[in-house]
């Protein structure tokens, strides 16, 4: 009897903690509720309608007011987020798409297939993701309030991965209906969508301020960047539009902003020794790209392009683009690691190894005749003023004669539209890509500037144009990489290395990812 | 020569103190691949940002270049440019003034076209020139010795025009002189002091504005060290890399204080109106 009693005490005793523990757990996560946040952009916005501007910096804002159907995680790989599951069938042609129940809108009502159907016939027609994928598309049909059937034409394996892209202009967001009628093509002004936080007031120029949507309904899914759950904490964001770096760096000095965005890297030391101000180093979105003009002699040769990849000498062009480790990193494949396109043996033999005899072989063989070489850079970006002042550099010390042409921004993009007058142009290319297709854009004959015009050119717009019809993944990554295994073999481009920029917030701002563009669902204010 | 009586007779500061920085100046800018044994252009990126110490007397750069050897040949950079300009603006502005103040007939005509070109300040005219004919650095002088000739036609036309009714040219003139004799032996030898004032202010001036061009980007080309795109590439780096700013910044002002210091004594010296005031 007596040992009974003392069983049940200490039972009774272990559930009085576990609940006292339980408790504490929970008062934790209601401390973190409240606050708001000042965080400082770069640039301004003409206005918050993502599907009629280029501009990312909607896209970036307004994620936390739209929801796509698909989001994409850290490793860039698609979630179902709006959608609850999805089908694939009769080869690529048909989508079915099972959407989550009772997700409340910001009009108070729940979202259904009618939302969707109509925001997506608007994507079609205005958004330049929608127009990619519109002379493939044939129509969108509602099965019943949560089941929706897209289907195409012909296949077009990227749907998914474009409805989700991070790219400024192509993301799919769901948008209230009556929202779609009001305003048709034209600029959305009143914004109704499913996100965590709803649309306050824009103060054109000044400010963007969003409140938290009490009744926001998140997904249950693990959360990873824009993919998963999302947990609205704080009460307010006030995006901030401060067009000077350095007043954006004074404000989080100072506390008036918690977060700002692209801060000079230069500074990253001197932030890490303040101990109110942290260090956020994006995700690399960044790549650094040498284009040749393929038009031109010596490198309407291909053995001429590829001797320039043995010519320099990557991780010294890295410390001299770039500067610091932390910021950069050599990645031969244009899918990082970890994404699902990411093709590790890329360019293998040839990224990265620094050979300036075979360089030398490789002209000679091309016919060279020492002609001196053009390098077309802009001189406003830190990465291609630098990087071209060291590619200079560096072929002069082997030899190569180079004139460096640095000009304003406007000035570069009309004289690299031209077919003559440059053999090199460095430019910086975004990394977070939602799909292997986009790069279709600027590979293959006579795409973007290259002037690609051979059997190889012709070749690689085949493998682009079997990638476009194969929805299943295993065969496609097989076309992703003899897309990769081309363009290291003809090299109408090539990467040099990824790099980053850098963020900083105050020490009070706490689990803040570093995404591509920066969002503040789950972070919290201590 | 004048010059040099007259400043054995007042031993002038201004003119002193500016003449040594000047040689020391001029003397860097000529010895410069002597005094260092870098280049001023090869790159070493992995000692990149290093602060001044021994091996680097004023630190590396972001391509871990030598800062100092990059100011010498910056300073060899700004005295070319100078030089060329002060050279082209005495002779194009000399010809201009010369023929406007002793033709009253060119007069009217050419210095209204130069009174609409000064409305415009200097530095505007030379950026537009540069951003049209492109950088560079015979495109910069060019820009330049335009920019400036104007002001240097004035003050060659109103020393003419006040020279040429003295009784010494009249009198060469009734001796029957012919124009360019009188030209050339009284009026140009006479006008010489304002002359030499203005070229060491455009001297001045030059390398200030060759720096300001290269500053925007739209003077000498990159990666030739031009004191002026130094201190633009240092911007960025300010906080982390002083030095990289400081050196160069300071070389422009040495530059150009010594040769306004210089512009000033002369006109003390030479100007006849001045010449009690600096006895004491």
Redesign the interface.
Known sequence: MRKEIKITSVVLLVLMFSLLLSGSVLAQEEERYGGTLNAALQMSVAHLDSDNSTDSMITAMMNHVYEGLFEFDKNLKVHPYLAKSYQVSEGGLVYEVKLRENVMMHNGQTMNADDVIASFRRWLEINNGGKLVAPHFDQVEKIDQYNIRFTFKDPYAPFLNILASPVSNQKFVVRAEEVVKEFGTDIIERHVGTGPYKYEEWVPDQKLVLTRFEDYTPSSRESSFFAGERIPYLDKIVFNFIPDAQVRVSGVRTGQFQFAEEVPREQYQIFKRNENIKNEIIYPDRMSMLIFNSSEAPFDNKYARRAIAYALDFEELGYAMIGDTQFWRLESALHEEGNPWHVPDAGEGIYGVYDPEKAKQLLEQAGYNGQPLVILSGQDNQMERQGAIAIQDQLEKIGIEVELQLFDRPTVVEKRSKPDGWHMHLSPFIKVVPDPQIHQGWTGTNKWITNWDSKDSRQMDQIFAEMLREVDYEQRYKIVERMQAELWDSVPYFNILDYSRLHIRRTELKNFKSGWQPFFWNTYLE | MLFLKKYNKYKHPYITTSIIILIILIFLSLFAPVITDYSP???H??D??QPPSRKHLLGTD???RDVFTRILYGIRASMQVGLAVVILTMITGGIVGIAAGFYPRIDKVVMRFLDAMMAFPGIIIAISLAAIWG?GKFNIILALSFAYFPRMARIVRSSVISIKDLDYVESARAAGARDSRIILKHILKNSASPIMVQATFNFALAILDEAALSFL?VGI???TPSLGAMVTDAR??M???PWMILAPGIMIILAVLSLNLLGDGLRDLLDPHLKNTIKN
Do not use: H, T
């Open positions: 252009v090869r790159n990126p992995r990149r940002l972001q391509f871990g950088a980007g080309m990159p990666p960025s780096y906080v982390v890399a």
